[in-house]
T-cell receptor, first 114, second 113 residues
Framework: DAGVIQSPRHEVTEMGQEVTLRCKPI?????LFWYRQTMMRGLELLIY????????DSGMPEDRFSAKMPNASFSTLKIQPSEPRDSAVYFC????????????FGSGTRLTVV | AQTVTQSQPEMSVQEAETVTLSCTYD???????LFWYKQPPSRQMILVIR??????QNATENRFSVNFQKAAKSFSLKISDSQLGDAAMYFC??????????FGQGTTLQVKP
């Protein structure tokens, strides 16, 4: 398995622009998580899905952030409009309760908003 | 609410020596999972070791072992025979029923040659 695949690896955008981060989880995993990592706040859970359904989005900072999981093999995290304080590394992770797999992380997307 | 606390922002160890990283957590659940993740400068999150709360035996993976004290809600990581490649940020994490994974603040480990 290729693991959790995130794209792009790096993204630089101007304030006010829309940003879309993408994630392909491990096949067969039924949980998908989006995390944000910053120096100040560490690793924060933004939202997670179970069987494509959002379960807990309490970590989404504000309405500018939205996440979707249209099918079991794809998820997006969108920021519109982006702001400099959104600059961070965004991780996607997936796991499977039935398979007893641990949480596998993608390589992250480093977002810089200028 | 569940919380995870790593009280050591930075640690250092001499190559080939042993180091222990501390972690405490708070939960009202009786069954849960605990993890240690390693994050090298490449930023990849790498699973080091996993412990299931219902198992009495401490988990071990090669040079990495844990000291799991359920009553004290303590979960420390011991790295034996430290190597230069062990230098990284280490995160302790908790989850219940494969739901959300909650992380501690992290400990930066420096390995001195």
């Amino acid at each position: 398995d290729a693991g959790v695949i995130q794209s792009p690896r790096h993204e630089v955008t101007e304030m006010g622009q829309e940003v879309t981060l993408r994630c392909k989880p491990i096949s067969g995993h039924d949980y998908l998580f989006w995390y944000r990592q910053t120096m100040m706040r560490g690793l924060e859970l933004l939202i997670y899905f179970n069987n494509n359904v959002p379960i807990d989005d309490s970590g989404m900072p504000e309405d500018r952030f939205s996440a979707k999981m249209p099918n079991a093999s794809f998820s997006t995290l969108k920021i519109q409009p982006s702001e400099p304080r959104d600059s961070a590394v965004y991780f996607c992770a997936s796991s499977s309760r039935d398979r007893g797999d641990g949480y596998t992380f993608g390589s992250g997307t480093r977002l810089t908003v200028v | 609410a569940q919380t995870v606390t790593q009280s050591q922002p930075e640690m250092s160890v001499q190559e080939a020596e042993t180091v222990t990283l501390s972690c405490t957590y708070d939960t009202s659940e009786s069954d849960y999972y605990l993890f240690w993740y390693k994050q090298p400068p490449s930023r990849q999150m790498i699973l080091v070791i996993r412990q299931e709360a219902y198992k009495q035996q401490n988990a071990t993976e090669n040079r990495f072992s844990v000291n799991f004290q359920k009553a004290a809600k303590s979960f420390s990581l011991k790295i034996s025979d430290s190597q230069l490649g062990d230098a990284a940020m280490y995160f302790c994490a908790y989850s219940a029923f494969w739901g959300k994974l909650i992380f501690g603040q992290g400990t930066t480990l420096q390995v001195k040659p």
